[in-house]
């Protein structure tokens, strides 16, 4: 009953930027981390960045002062400001979600299908 769904990626020159958004939807009490992975073909999929509730951020070293991580609450929505691209951030991004569906729930990581970057020299 909930739902992720990114969107945004695409196809950009080295130093150009995109904007990727993912929202939940669904049955939920409250929304914890949310955040963005990343698999780069035969790469491992690894983080990128998260931020919490509470609006405080994490970033990999790779796209510190790079990549830009919020949120809206309101709506759901986190969003993935990628500037400065470089070829090596070409990957496939996934979103994910920390949700509590009721408030007796445990927490459970909630994923998106994944949006394809590819950042070309």
């Known amino acids: 009953q909930v739902q992720v769904v990114e969107s945004g990626g695409g196809l950009v020159q080295a130093g150009g930027s995109l904007r990727l958004s993912c929202t939940v939807s669904?049955?939920?009490?409250?929304?914890?981390?949310m955040g963005w992975y990343r698999q780069a073909p035969g790469q491992q999929r690894d983080a990128v960045a998260y931020?919490?509730?509470?609006?405080?951020?994490n970033y990999a070293d790779s796209v510190k002062g790079r990549f830009s991580i919020s949120r809206d609450n309101a709506k759901k929505t986190v969003v993935l400001q990628m500037n400065s691209l470089k070829p090596e951030d070409t990957a496939v991004y996934y979103c994910?979600?920390?949700?509590?569906?009721?408030?007796?729930?445990?927490?459970?990581?909630?994923w998106g299908q994944g949006t394809q970057v590819t950042v070309s020299s």
């Open positions: 669904g049955s939920i009490f409250k929304i914890n981390a």
């Open positions: 931020i919490t509730s509470g609006g405080t951020t």
């Open positions: 994910y979600a920390n949700v509590l569906r009721l408030i007796s729930d445990p927490e459970r990581a909630y």
